[in-house]
């Protein structure tokens, strides 16, 4: 036990090195300096304050989208419609905010009934992919994948169609909202928004207290590991996927309403940044794990914030972070192949 | 091309599937191997072919010793094997298939195949299109597809696993003359089967394969009951039925009809009554399974009548056949049954299916060290069920079991485990029927469907008998039975007493 569990640390520390190391060969290749560039994200990380609440303020959505993301794993499900149900929940919010805006109701339950709505549009897009699967016999990466290109689109006709701004129609988005829609934040530069960061807190622990101790956590995670077993043991397997739907849905629509709501006070057309792809990476990288889900969100999230001054300062592409990222995820899931080989089962034949 | 096989030896795990085989098989002779299942007649075949390496022996061709690496390899000695289950065809024209696999140009002349194609279905009177396509044809099609691709390909040893089973009687004939012509023509053919009358019909030598070993062989003219000794005999240790007189119905099958990937099952009627035990026996894949499957909602028949007690349940759900009492377990214990990555504690959870939001550990905990106490589990209920061996893990599937049930479904309940597990099993689900539940199990150990049944059915390619009481049959009428022999006594009897 203690062997394996040494010799896991060990695997895990290499896939960081291997990580690193192919990150700076693609900056060397790029002719940048390498050194530069990683203290230059690590500044444009933690250097100020300002970058530091910044980190904050990606980590939120984050945080929501992967807490929806470990229902789904858990359920065995790759939902990787995550995108669109995201982009789903800032359409619907900023359609009960336009509908709300003029109507004179106190300004804070109008905001409560954008994010609700928010949510209930990610719950649904979600659904739409169960259904999908389900009924349909679709597998949820392909519906998925159709869906997120279906909700970009929905959200490009109302940005350039029925909501653009008046005179002319733009990549900017629609018209921002009144600052009094907008969710309080902790000074008036910043976008960060307490109350969203405690949410995000509140989802992925409370993700965490439902995958872990409750009923309904344990039947998914059956479900997960074998639904025909599953079904004989007297659990309902398609309801409890389509459960898991909708509550990932759920996740992701409140990050799309926090986008909305609190960061660009509009709707704009890459609305769920990636977020949700980024989420997938980090629920794997935290072993769908949600205690350890948080911490590597952050470091995400610090590495997302961090590189947006890379083009600046040593005119490379933002997109290093991503890189590095991707290249993380990947020599993760490798280095845990390689600890099965070394365990001598999943061989493959 | 002779065929020697020397000393062959093959373990999976701690099963030996070939426990040293030798053979001699000559050329230009029709070869069967007769064996019930997992005899390890397969794995020899698929040693033959290239599937599998052996762990030691020798394969002797012609003379001289080879081995055999790979299919490709073995194609290239001559060696064509059509398999039991045929791969997964892959939604090709017919005439692409037929061309795959064969070596040489990148650009296959497709004119000159489809016309060798013609020529060689011609020869066997094979009625196929090279146009249409491979996913429309039957079972009985494919086969003759592939044997001519074997052909093609120059096999001169053809080796077929169970190629009876799923195609209809007129392509069994068909089947059989193409095979006579081809060994009169010098080819080799070595037939696998579990089905008597086929091997009795076809085969110029028989050599009788029994746990992995060769017991015997025979040639014309065959005494079917020296074979079916061979097959199954075993030391038998009757311990005497004590069964309750049965009470009231509690599953009544009336004009069940079924239908499966290769088969179909007509018109099926008993009912098991609380307090007794019924047999399922045969080959595997003759069609117990989805029988046990429609009692336990898991199947829908597509005519007839299922009742449980007084209720028709036909077309219900397992779900609401468990709601009724039921219970359904699988043979596949990690595949169907247990699920692999939780733990004991977590399945008496799942399946106690207790109220609430949280999961009361603490209680879990005690339920779970309770049952694992009372059915003799060796494990803890931390530990996950997939550490546990198939004999504890069957106990685990029991130890699932609901407090009060009418209705027990098992598929091979005691496959694999040794005799104390299998005692142990055997006492525990008598407990249940003295308390009233009714019990339907499959099993190919015919000892056991014998020992423990009080009635049995058996089943023959989709055919199944009236429920014959277990008394008045021995080993040798079941293994008949199972084997195709002995039905039209069956039959007439059956209308004797109609
Ligand atoms: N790939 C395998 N892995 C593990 N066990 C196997 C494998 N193939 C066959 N066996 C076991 O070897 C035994 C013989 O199987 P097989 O040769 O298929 O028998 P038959 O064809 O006579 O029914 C059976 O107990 C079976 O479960
Ligand atoms: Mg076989």
Known sequence: MAKTRSSNALLQGAAIVLAVLLTTLVLLAAKAPPFAAYANIVLGAVGSWDVAANVLVSWVPLLLVTAGLLITFTAGLW????????????????????????????????????????????ALWALLAGALKTFGGVNEIFGGLGLNFVASALNLWLIFGPWKRPGVASMSGTVPFAPSLWLPTLTEQSRLSPSALVIALLAIVLVYLLLKGTYF???????????????????????????????????????????????????????????????????????????VAAPVALFFAALNVGSIQLPIVLRQDSSLAGVLQGTLVLFVLLMQGVRERLAGKGLPQ | ??????????????????????????????????????????????????????????????????????????????????????????????????????????????????????????????????????????????????????????????????PTTGISQPQKEKLFATLRKLADQGMTIIFVSHKLEDVELLCSRVAVFRQGELVGSAEPPYETKSLVRMMFSRD?????????????????????????????????????????????????????????????????????????????????????FMKRGVAYLPAARLEQGLVAGLSLADHFILSEGVGGIFIDRGRAQDL???????????????????????????????????????????????????????????????????????????????????????????????????????????????????????????????????
């Open chain 2, 368 to 498: 779970a060290s309770d049952r694992i106490r009372t059915y003799n589990i060796k494990g803890a209920p931390s530990h996950q069920v997939e550490s546990l061996s198939g004999g504890n893990q069957q106990r685990m599937l029991l130890a699932l079991l609901k407090e009060s049930l009418s209705l027990i479904l098992l598929e091979h309940p005691t496959r694999g485990l040794d005799i104390e597990s299998t005692l142990y099993i055997w006492s525990k689900l008598r407990e249940r029927c003295a308390q009233g539940a009714a019990i339907v199990f499959i099993s190919a150990d015919l000892d056991e469907v014998l020992q423990y049944s009080d009635r049995v059915l058996v089943f023959f390619s989709g055919r199944v008998s009236p429920p014959l009481p277990a008394e008045g049959l021995s080993v040798e009428k079941l293994g008949g039975l199972i084997g195709g022999k002995g039905w039209d006594v069956l039959a007439s009897a059956a209308v004797a007493h109609g």
């Open chain 2, 1 to 162: 091309m002779q065929i020697e096989l020397r000393d062959i030896r093959k373990t999976f795990g701690s099963v030996r599937a070939n426990a040293g085989i030798s053979l001699l098989i000559p050329p230009a002779s029709i070869q069967g191997i007769l064996g019930e299942n997992g005899a390890g007649k397969s794995t020899l075949m698929k040693i033959l072919s290239g599937f599998i390496l052996p762990d030691s022996g020798d394969i002797i061709m012609d003379g001289s010793r080879v081995v055999i690496h790979s299919p490709a390899d073995a194609i290239r000695r001559g060696v064509g094997m059509l398999h039991q289950d045929p791969l997964d065809f892959p939604p090709l024209k017919i005439l692409d298939d037929f061309i795959l696999g064969r070596r040489g140009a990148v650009f296959p002349d497709r004119r000159k195949a489809a016309r060798e194609f013609r020529q060689l279905a011609a020869q066997f009177d094979f009625d196929l299109d090279s146009e249409a396509y491979v996913d429309t044809l039957t079972v009985g099609e494919r086969q003759q597809l592939e044997i001519l691709r074997l052909l093609w390909f120059g096999a001169g040893v053809l080796i077929l696993d169970e």
């Open chain 1, 79 to 122: 939902n990787i419609g995550i995108e669109g149900q995201i982009t789903l929940g800032a359409i619907f919010t900023t359609w009960m905010l336009r509908g709300l805006q003029a109507s004179g109701l106190d300004p804070s339950l109008i905001i409560s009934m954008s994010i609700l709505a928010g949510m209930a549009g990610g």
């Open chain 1, 217 to 291: 956590g344990l039947r998914l995670k059956a479900v997960g590991k074998n639904p025909n077993s599953a079904y004989l043991l007297g659990v309902p397997t398609w309801q409890h996927m389509m459960i898991s739907f909708a509550l990932c849905g759920i996740f992701a629509g409140l990050a799309g309403a926090v986008q909305v709501t609190s960061v660009y006070h509009r709707l704009i057309p890459s609305i769920s940044s990636g977020y949700g792809y980024l989420g997938l990476m980090v629920a794997m990288l935290a072993g769908f794990n949600a205690a």
């Open chain 2, 236 to 320: 038998l240790a009757f311990t005497g039925r004590t069964s309750v007189p049965p009470g009231g119905p509690i599953l009544s099958l009336r004009g069940v009809s079924l239908e499966a990937l290769r088969l179909q099952i007509r018109d099926v009627s008993f009912e098991a009554r609380a307090g007794e035990v019924i047999g399922l026996a045969g080959m595997e894949g003759s069609g117990q399974s989805v029988l046990l499957s429609a009692c336990a909602g898991l199947a829908q028949p597509v005519s007839g009548r299922v009742r449980l007690g007084e209720n028709d349940v036909t077309g219900l759900s397992y779900h609401a």
